[in-house]
């Protein structure tokens, strides 16, 4: 028997995508303090789990001359619900719908089908698309930057669009659009992932930046001019430089622009010439 716990996952290195099924018991307890197995294997950088499918109790099996019974059956569910699809992908929360559905009437009458259904616990994102054959890459997606946001444009083929504000996890942006053809998003001057999804293809993920300028961690000495659309001055404004303080120690610093944000972290010192030139849009 193989003992794999939440201590051993560190040492997978996995560089492909994985989608784990289980019927193995208290694997996805979420309700608890210490990490279970499927949500360290989830946020592992280097397993390579997208999806894990699994119980936050125990599982029900029944022995004889081969294993069944309720675990196995759900588990059996989701596999058929994903291969007798019509189309080449199906999303993993619709997999594990239809599991639970094809087994409702028992877990009506007979209690370890019950439990299991309660128990058996879908992570990651709901969204992902499970292939069942090998996926086509997707052709280049058509995406114009416009005066408040950018236009997304599919082409003519069926697909799922979503694009989020990249700096906060979409907390100041986040839609989600089916479209054929083309479609405006109202964004703003802002960084934005965008991911476009269509059945049998590899996602398509692209990020757009703004015509904006972070400036994070810097020490400004002598004359400056500072020519952008937008400026965000601050200690924490952008994760791909290192977090610090953004000091304006002597001389002159001018910025034209359309906005300027000064954020926590930004200290102008005692002399410093600070001088902000609005632009009209």
Same mark, same amino acid.
């Given at each position: 028997?193989?003992?794999?716990? @939440?201590?051993?996952?560190?040492?997978?290195?996995?560089?492909?995508?994985?989608?784990?099924?289980?019927? =193995?018991?208290?694997?996805?307890?979420?309700?608890?303090?210490?990490?279970?197995?499927?949500?360290?294997?989830?946020?592992?950088?280097?397993?390579?789990?997208? $999806?894990?499918?699994?119980?936050?109790?125990?599982?029900?099996?029944?022995?004889?001359?081969?294993?069944?019974?309720?675990?196995?059956?759900?588990? #059996?569910?989701?596999?058929?619900?994903?291969?007798?699809?019509?189309?080449?992908?199906?999303?993993? =929360?619709?997999?594990?719908? $239809? =599991?639970?559905?094809?087994?409702?009437? #028992?877990?009506?009458? %007979?209690?370890?089908?019950?439990?299991?259904?309660?128990?058996?616990?879908?992570?990651?994102?709901?969204?992902?698309?499970?292939?069942?054959?090998?996926?086509?890459?997707?052709?280049? *997606?058509? *995406?114009?930057?416009?005066?408040?946001?950018?236009?997304?444009? *599919?082409?003519? #083929?069926?697909?799922?669009? =979503?694009?989020?504000?990249?700096?906060?996890?979409?907390?100041?942006?986040?839609?989600?659009?089916?479209?054929? +053809?083309?479609?405006?998003?109202?964004?703003?001057?802002?960084?934005?992932?965008?991911?476009?999804?269509?059945?049998?293809?590899?996602?398509?993920?692209?990020?757009?930046?703004?015509?904006?300028?972070?400036?994070?961690?810097?020490?400004?000495?002598?004359?400056?001019?500072?020519?952008?659309?937008?400026?965000? @001055?601050?200690?924490?404004?952008?994760? %791909?430089?290192?977090? +610090?303080?953004?000091?304006?120690?002597?001389? #002159?610093?001018?910025?034209?622009?359309?906005?300027?944000?000064?954020?926590?972290?930004?200290? *102008? %010192?005692?002399?410093?010439?600070?001088?902000?030139?609005? @632009?009209?849009?």
């Amino acid at each position: 028997m193989i003992n794999f716990n @939440i201590y051993d996952v560190s040492s997978i290195k996995n560089p492909y995508w994985t989608v784990i099924s289980t019927f =193995a018991c208290e694997t996805s307890y979420f309700d608890r303090d210490s990490p279970c197995l499927g949500a360290t294997l989830l946020f592992s950088p280097t397993s390579g789990v997208i $999806n894990y499918l699994g119980s936050s109790r125990y599982g029900w099996l029944k022995l004889s001359t081969h294993l069944f019974g309720a675990s196995l059956d759900y588990e #059996k569910g989701f596999y058929k619900s994903l291969f007798k699809s019509q189309q080449p992908s199906e999303s993993y =929360a619709v997999l594990v719908s $239809n =599991a639970k559905m094809e087994y409702l009437e #028992k877990a009506y009458n %007979e209690g370890s089908y019950r439990w299991v259904l309660y128990s058996l616990n879908p992570f990651g994102d709901p969204e992902t698309p499970i292939f069942n054959t090998i996926p086509q890459t997707m052709p280049e *997606i058509g *995406i114009e930057k416009r005066e408040n946001g950018i236009r997304v444009n *599919i082409n003519g #083929k069926p697909s799922t669009v =979503a694009v989020m504000s990249s700096d906060d996890d979409g907390k100041s942006f986040y839609r989600v659009v089916k479209c054929s +053809g083309e479609y405006d998003f109202e964004c703003g001057d802002t960084d934005v992932t965008v991911c476009v999804q269509r059945p049998g293809y590899i996602p398509y993920v692209v990020e757009v930046k703004a015509d904006c300028l972070y400036i994070q961690n810097e020490t400004f000495e002598g004359d400056h001019e500072i020519n952008r659309k937008r400026v965000v @001055i601050g200690s924490n404004v952008t994760s %791909e430089k290192k977090t +610090g303080k953004v000091v304006f120690k002597n001389g #002159k610093t001018v910025i034209n622009a359309e906005r300027v944000e000064l954020r926590p972290g930004t200290k *102008i %010192e005692s002399g410093t010439v600070f001088k902000i030139n609005p @632009i009209k849009k």
